[in-house]
């Protein structure tokens, strides 16, 4: 067995500190965003509408990554309600949407892009007004000024953006509407040119005006529609008026004693992070520290373990039963300890993984707080970069969500008309003592819950603040961002005789480079003595506000 050491702690060097305050605080990807939620909270609004105002804006700035062609998860803590609320924004697959369908064309798998790709209905719009209903104190209107002025006036394009511009060309140009926006006169937009998007301006003052409806029963669905039809799709205005926000009591676990961590129910995957703290309490983290193989070694595992069991059991639970108590059971944790080892890897075939289902790669996550302490931890993603790359009559980019249902007849995550799909994205909020301490979430499909875990772990067990533990080198077991790999990825700063270690374990190691995206974005808040302590993350273009 390895002993775990003592090693320099070189990356508690931050490249910013945390913005700390005790009137409010948001953090988002985009500092636009984040200025957003910091205006609506400076008016009197609530932490919600912050986060609905911040969403609104990384539609139009982080297009590649947000949209209201998307879906939403949430999480809620009013300080009026004793209990934590769950926004599931996610919507259902079209009612034609069937595996005979697609099998009658040939397909073995739905499209990754296109038309075909985009087959549920997106639930983002929906989900800010059933939020906004709730808890709204501002006018619904005074919510999208600031993501139509940048839709209508323009905002300088940043180099991320412009980079994935460029990475997703080929995608880009198969559409003709979404090339012209990104494209135009066939030269990929570069960082500083301004972007404007006057046919998304319009279809955001629609539904500043007339609220979700316009989005689900008026023109601005009937545009979108009509126009995805015309290329082959498969949702109609019957669907879209069909779609309902739900809202869920949240699943959770205690960590530490102290601590009741929050996520969604299935058909998100915030069980499988809730599964890994399981596994977590049951090891002395005084012992195994940080930068450590040890430290490595039981992360990488952990997710490894727990995601055998989640790739069996997470689908929409209106269709098939979910076994989540007995997930989160004590049973359960001692069932994935018994394939741990402190000594070895686990090789694929040890676990015998199921057939790999196609992960999340691209998503917003952001989080806010007010002066009363009211807490939203929020998640919206259009799915893939660019989602389907197919863009609607209106302006706006279609999600190509429908493309991780399975047209396998026995899979659990299979096709079928009116079922919401497999949702990697998980907002988390932890508890201590009945009230909001550390809202926290990331991008990155397979990483989101190995993030979420590092975050945890470097501030509760370690002590870190907030941007210590946003910035300290990652790692990322499985596949991600296209890789087909299920390496053990970490970024270069973390030492080479740990990378030695873990190969010595059986760990097949990819290096990346310092601060890698494909470790995702990630963005928190820790709420403590009665201070606001933001973090936002270097890999992405965001900035954290607390005042």
Known sequence: MLESGNQEMDFLETGRSP????????????????????????????????????????????????????????????????????MNGSGKAAGKATIDFFKEKGYDSIPEEGPLSSGTVPGTVAAWEAMHEKYGRLEWAELFEEAVYHAEEGFPVTEKLADFIIQEKDKIDQHDKTAAVFIPDGEPLKTNDILVQSELAETLKSIAKEGASAFYEGEVGEKMTASLQDAGGLLSMEDLKNHKSEWQDPISTTYRDDYEVYQLKPNTQGVAALMMLNIFNQFDFNRLRDNTPQYYHLMAEAAKITFQYRDQWVTDPDKEHVPVDELLSDEQTT???????????????????????????????????????????????????????????????????????????????????????????????????????????????????????ALITRIVDFGYNVQQAIEAPRWLYGRTWGDDSDSLKFEKRVADSNIEALESLGHEVEILPAYSQTMGHAQAIRIEDGLYEAGADPRGDGIALSW
């Open 335 to 453: 069932r994935m300890l018994d394939h741990f080892s402190e000594d070895k890897a686990n090789l694929q075939e040890d676990l015998n993984r199921l057939p790999a289902l196609k992960t999340n790669r691209d998503t917003t996550y952001f989080a806010a707080v007010d002066g009363e302490g009211n807490a939203v931890s929020m998640i919206q993603s259009v799915y893939h970069e660019f989602g389907s790359g197919f863009m609607a009559d209106g302006g706006f980019l279609l999600q190509n969500r429908g493309s991780f249902f399975s047209l396998d007849g026995n899979h659990i995550n299979r096709l079928e008309p009116g079922k919401k799909t497999f949702h990697t994205i998980m907002p988390a909020m932890v508890m201590k003592n009945g009230r909001p301490y550390l809202l926290m979430g990331s991008m990155g499909g397979e990483g989101q819950p190995q993030t979420q875990s």
């Open 19 to 86: 913005a700390t305050g005790k009137r409010g605080a948001v953090t988002t990807p985009h500092y636009l965003a984040t200025q957003a939620g910091e205006n609506i909270i400076r008016r009197g609004g609530h932490a919600v509408e912050a986060a609905i105002a911040s969403n609104a804006v990384l539609s139009v700035v982080y297009p590649h990554m947000a949209g209201i062609g998307g879906d939403l998860f949430a999480l809620i803590k009013d300080g009026n309600e004793d209990n934590v609320r769950a």
